[in-house]
C-alpha cells in the first residue's frame, strides 16, 4: 500500500490562494506519477494536474494557470498550488498514485482514474463568491 494523505482544505473567497499537500508513506512513491482530482457537488471526478517520476507537469484547461503541481522526493510529499480561485473550483480534492512509472518509466503520465492505484481519503475546498 502507498497510503497518501491530503490536508490543506479550507474555505476561502473567490480570488484567494490555497496550498493542499499530500503525504505519501512509501519511499518508492518518487517514481511513481502522482496527481490530484476533484469531484464537486453533483459533479463527475474531474482530473485536475498530474505530475510525473521526472517532473513533469501536466494540467487540466479549468486550472492552467492558475494552479501548481510540484513534488519533494526528500519528503514523499506533492503540492497543489491553487491561486485565483473560483467558486467552481469547489470540490473534494483527492491525492493518487499511479505504479504504472514502474514499468513504464519516470517519464510515464497518467491522467485517467483507472491509471491511479492508490488514492487519499480527500480534503474539501470550498470558494465563496
Known amino acids: 500500500q502507498v497510503p497518501l494523505v491530503e490536508s490543506g482544505g479550507d474555505s476561502v473567497q473567490a480570488g484567494g490562494s490555497l496550498r493542499l499537500s499530500c503525504a505519501a508513506s512509501?519511499?518508492?512513491?518518487?517514481?511513481?506519477?502522482m496527481a490530484w482530482f476533484r469531484q464537486g457537488p453533483g459533479k463527475e471526478r474531474e482530473w485536475v494536474a498530474s505530475?510525473?517520476?521526472?517532473?513533469?507537469?501536466y494540467y487540466g484547461d479549468s486550472v492552467k494557470g492558475r494552479f501548481t503541481i510540484a513534488r519533494d522526493d526528500a519528503k514523499n510529499t506533492v503540492t497543489l498550488a491553487m491561486n485565483s480561485l473560483k467558486p467552481e473550483d469547489t470540490a473534494m480534492y483527492y491525492c493518487?498514485?499511479?505504479?504504472?512509472?514502474?514499468?513504464?518509466?519516470?517519464?510515464?503520465?497518467?491522467?485517467?482514474?483507472?491509471?491511479?492505484?492508490?488514492w487519499g481519503q480527500g480534503t474539501q475546498v470550498t470558494v465563496s463568491s
Open positions: 505530475i510525473s517520476g521526472d517532473g513533469s507537469t
Open positions: 493518487t498514485a499511479s505504479e504504472m512509472s514502474v514499468y513504464s518509466g519516470d517519464d510515464y503520465v497518467a491522467t485517467a482514474p483507472w491509471e491511479f492505484n492508490y
Open positions: 512509501r519511499d518508492t512513491y518518487s517514481v511513481y506519477c
